[in-house]
Structure formats: structure tokens, C-alpha cells
């Protein structure tokens, strides 16, 4: 049996690489890629481009993508589409029309769909914040002792949420939620890449947080097999280890500037204006605290682990960014 498989989000990295992985295969028959934007070839060397995938400039807070769901008779939805952080020109309040609104409808048209049959959302392990209280390691049954109140992490929840409500509506679908840890590697661009690509790092003065990272390569992995196979559930997904952000500062052969937090929060604001690097009040709290998590379940029900540590994702990053590693 071959599938019609729906990508939202392939105007960026990581999304325009599961739709190609997933054109590649033989047992998907076609790809649709959505987005509000048409998506640039992959940057990754070597990845070249969408492959078969078909483009459909598609806004998800629009009733348009049932109507694509329902005339390509989609089976699997792969949702990628959430925005970690505003656009240049582009506010706070348009990111969550975007990524909740957006869900809201996609999950709407999926719940009307007789075809579809799985759905893989893309969520991420901000949604247990960062706490003094927090416990080690997260395992996706704890509740975060303060949930996120700003930002991404605030959406990724709310979206959470209707995943759920979805996935009780409609028990003849198979739902797998994946949090990920952040994403690293050589065509990353997230505020956290940005973070450490700048030549001095300022850091929040008494604290030296434990970062946790997932290699993109293992991200698509993921991705794919939970698109291809049935594997119902949430998933913690990270590499192995953790690093603490002072180690990540020497690797990279950076400087560090300690500020105390009203500092750091003041530094974040004027960043933030200047379209440079995204200081978030939960950036500021995940370099205050850090956050660890338990990848085990998803290790134990793929029979898989990701192939890069934390450690060796960081440093593939820094190989493609030509920064200096600096072994310790």
C-alpha cells in the first residue's frame, strides 16, 4: 500500500528535508509540501532540493487546507509548521495566529478527513520549561513544576493540548507527538545557532545550565519513521548527554560575558529590536536553568537512538560554522 503524505512548514530546514526523505521513499506514492512561502533548496551539501515533492502555498489559519487535504485524499500529516521565533517584520501576536490558530484549523480538516490516518506533529521539550524545581531529567509523563507563560513554549503547549483533544475525537488515528530537544547542526538557524555563532556570549551571572541538543539528521530520522510506521504517543527526542553551556562556550572557542539577569534581560530586549537574536523571557530562563530530558521511551519503542550525542552534534555545528572547538 503506497501513501499521500502532507508536509506543513517546508519552507524551512528541517521541513523541506522530511519532505524530501519522504519523496524519496518508495512506499509513499506522493508528497504535498505546504507553506506560506515557497520553500529554497536545502542548504545542507548534498541535499538538493524538494525531489518530487509538490509545492502548495497554503496559509493553515485559512479553511483552504481542508480543501487540499480532502482533493489529494491525505493519509498522513506530518506537521512541522511551528515558528520558534518572530519573523523580521513580523510580530509576537502573528506567531501564535500562526502556530496555534494554524494547528487549530490543520486538526480541524484532519478531524473532518475520512482518509487521514496518522498524524506527526513536531512539538518541542520547552513546553516543561525551566525551573530551579525541575526535576534531573524530564520524562514525558512529569508535569513542569512552572509550565511556560511566554512564547514559543506557550504555543507549543497550547498545541499540545489540541493534539490531544484530536487524538481523543478521532481514536482510529494514529498520533505521535515528538518533542525535541533543540535542533543542531549545519543548516540550522534558530536563535540558539545564532547564540553561539556571535563572538562573545552573554551568559546569566551564578548559573551554568545543562543544554540538551538533537542532531537534524536524527530529527529527519525520527520524522520519518513515525510518518512510515505507527508509533501512537509522546516522545521525548534528544541525543545522548548534556552539556553545560560553559563547556559549549570553550568548544566553540567563544568568550563569555557574565550579566547579571536584569542585564541579560535588557541586552535581550535591545537584541530582540535589532532583529539579531532572539532573548526571550523563556531564553532567559533556559540560560538561567537549563533543561534535561529522557529520550528511553522513544529508544525503546523504535528500537533506534539517535547516531549524535549532544556532545557531537554541537561540534558538527561548529565544524560547519568553521568556529573553533575546543576539546576540554
Same mark, same amino acid.
Given at each position: ?75 498522513? #500529516? ?23 490558530? =494554524? ?33 534531573? #531529567? ?12 511566554? =512564547? ?12 490531544? =483533544? ?18 543542531? =547542526? ?27 541538543? #538533537? ?114
Amino acid at each position: 500500500m503506497t501513501h499521500t503524505v502532507l508536509v506543513t512548514g517546508v519552507s524551512r530546514h528541517i521541513g523541506a528535508r522530511v519532505a524530501s526523505v519522504l519523496a524519496a521513499s518508495p512506499d509513499i506514492s506522493r508528497v504535498i509540501g505546504v507553506d506560506t512561502v515557497p520553500p529554497p533548496s536545502l542548504t545542507r551539501e548534498g541535499g538538493g532540493s524538494l525531489g518530487r515533492t509538490e509545492f502548495v502555498r497554503v496559509d493553515l489559519r485559512s479553511p483552504d487546507i481542508a480543501q487540499v487535504i480532502a482533493a489529494a485524499d491525505i493519509d498522513i #500529516v506530518v506537521h512541522m509548521s511551528l515558528v520558534s521565533a518572530p519573523s523580521k517584520g513580523t510580530g509576537r501576536a502573528l506567531m501564535k495566529e500562526h502556530n496555534v490558530i =494554524g494547528t487549530m484549523q490543520l486538526l480541524g480538516a484532519c478531524q473532518r478527513s475520512a482518509t487521514v490516518r496518522r498524524v506527526v506533529v513536531r512539538s518541542t521539550t520547552a513546553v516543561y520549561g525551566s525551573s530551579p524545581r525541575d526535576p534531573a #531529567v524530564f520524562t514525558e509523563d512529569v508535569e513542569p513544576h512552572e509550565g511556560p507563560i511566554h =512564547g514559543y513554549a506557550r504555543d507549543a503547549a497550547e498545541v499540545e493540548g489540541y493534539v490531544r =483533544g484530536f487524538a481523543r475525537r478521532r481514536p482510529d488515528v494514529t498520533v505521535s507527538l515528538l518533542r525535541f530537544a533543540n535542533f543542531m =547542526g549545519p543548516g540550522v538557524d534558530s536563535p540558539l545557532t545564532r547564540y553561539f555563532a556571535q563572538p562573545v556570549l552573554p551568559t546569566v551571572f551564578g548559573f551554568d545550565p545543562r543544554l540538551q541538543f #538533537v542532531h537534524e539528521d536524527d530529527a529527519v530520522e525520527v520524522l520519518r519513521r513515525m510518518a512510515t510506521e505507527d508509533h501512537p504517543g509522546t516522545y521525548n527526542v534528544a541525543g545522548a548527554g548534556v552539556l553545560l553551556l560553559s563547556q559549549c562556550t570553550r568548544r566553540a572557542g567563544r568568550f563569555a560575558l557574565p550579566l547579571f539577569s536584569p542585564a541579560f534581560r535588557m541586552l535581550g530586549e535591545a537584541a530582540r529590536r535589532a532583529g539579531l537574536v532572539d532573548y526571550s523571557p523563556e531564553q532567559l530562563r533556559l540560560m538561567s536553568h537549563g533543561r534535561a530530558v529522557d529520550a528511553g521511551k522513544l529508544a525503546a519503542e523504535l528500537g533506534w537512538t539517535p547516531k549524535f550525542s549532544t556532545e557531537a552534534a554541537f561540534d558538527d555545528f561548529l565544524r560547519s560554522r568553521g568556529l573553533g572547538a575546543v576539546r576540554i
